[in-house]
């Protein structure tokens, strides 16, 4: 029989982490990483999952930084602003890693995953600040994500996120988008909510996973090697 639940079981040894970056544009090669936010997991007795705590730092842009207009009108952000109480690049990371890893130990996991809604994005930048900041302890798996917006398609027929969340009966404040702290937690919500729904699922699949074999009978088990 299966053991009790645990969320390393859950995610083969991963430990999925909501992440959020806000940006000075699209290019995470050239383009500042201005925010960053980290949502754990809160794992319950019964398998299904809530929201935990959030980690959010302002950063400052790195040397020779692009920050394009258009992107710091969406998000918001002046990177220049006296009162932003922005950390360089290097010690956001390594403050929010510190936590990733605390937690990865804590649930009995090997890695953490980065979940996000449109996942490469914010891999993509936190690997390239991770390069710039020649961070050796990187508790993130390199190249593998869970994208909520391919989740989403799947459970509510809806990619877009704000669309994403009103389908599964959230609410969606727009006036608190474009925060990595407010996105990150929203896509836990989603991520969250789409594991717990697809419970019955994965419990049906392990019970299948830890069902004994039938014993061979066919017309060659007697001639079968020992």
Request: proline share 6%; aromatic share 10%.
């Amino acid at each position: 029989m299966p053991d009790s639940f645990s969320i390393a079981s859950r995610f083969r040894g991963f430990l999925p982490v909501i992440v959020d970056v806000e940006t000075g544009g699209f290019n995470c090669k050239t383009d500042a990483l201005l925010d960053i936010a980290a949502v754990f997991i809160d794992p319950q007795a019964d398998g299904t999952l809530l929201r935990g705590e959030t980690i959010r730092y302002h950063v400052k842009p790195f040397e020779g930084a692009n920050m394009e207009a258009a992107s710091l009108a969406v998000n918001g952000i002046d990177p220049h602003h006296p009162l932003r109480p922005a950390i360089d690049e290097r010690d956001a990371l390594q403050r929010i890693f510190r936590e990733v890893r605390r937690a990865v130990r804590e649930c009995g996991c090997t890695r953490a995953i980065l979940v996000g809604h449109n996942s490469s994005f914010d891999l993509g930048f936190l690997n390239e600040a991770v390069l710039r900041s020649e961070i050796k302890r990187n508790p993130f798996h390199p190249f593998s994500s869970f994208d909520t917006a391919t989740l989403c398609g799947v459970a509510y027929g809806q990619t877009v996120l704000a669309r994403a969340v009103t389908a599964a009966g959230l609410v969606w404040d727009e006036s608190s988008a474009h925060s990595a702290a407010y996105d990150a937690e929203i896509t836990a919500d989603i991520f969250c909510d789409i594991v717990n729904r697809f419970r019955p699922v994965f419990e049906s699949a392990r019970q299948t996973e830890f069902a004994p074999a039938e014993e061979d009978t066919g017309p060659d088990h007697e001639y079968a090697n020992p």
